[in-house]
C-alpha cells in the first residue's frame, strides 16, 4: 500500500511500514514544515493513504470537504512510536481491504470507520 505518514506521527512509523514492504512518503524525512492543507492535497495528487495523529484532518475533510483516498487518525493514549506501530500492526492485519477511501480512526482498543 502507499501511505503519506504525517509529521507528527514521526519517521520510526514511516520506517516501520516502509520495512513491510509499503511505499511511504514521511513528511519528517522529506517535507517537514508543510502545511496540513497541502498535506491533504499531495495525498489525495498522489493517491497516498494519509496517516496523522491530528485531528485537524477531520475537520478538513469533513468541515472543509477536501477529498482524499483515506485516512488513518491515530488517537492513541500512548503516543510513543512502539505504541503506533503496534496499533497499525493491528489494524494493517484486520482492515487493509477497508483502509483505501475510508477516514478511520483508530485507538488502542477500537478501530471505527467514520461515516463520509
Known sequence: ???LVDEST???VAEWLSAQGHEVFSVYDSARGMD?????KKAFDDNW???????DFG??????????HGIVLLRLD????KSKIEVLKRLL?????HLPDHFVVVTEKSVRFAKQ
Open 78 to 81: 500512548d503516543e510513543r512510536a
Open 36 to 40: 496540513d492543507s497541502e498535506i491533504v
Open 10 to 12: 514521526g519517521p520510526s
Open 1 to 3: 500500500m502507499r501511505f
Open 49 to 55: 493513504i494519509l496517516i496523522t495523529n491530528d485531528k
Open 93 to 97: 492485519h484486520s482492515h487493509t481491504d
Open 59 to 68: 475537520e478538513q475533510v469533513y468541515r472543509e470537504r477536501k477529498p482524499h
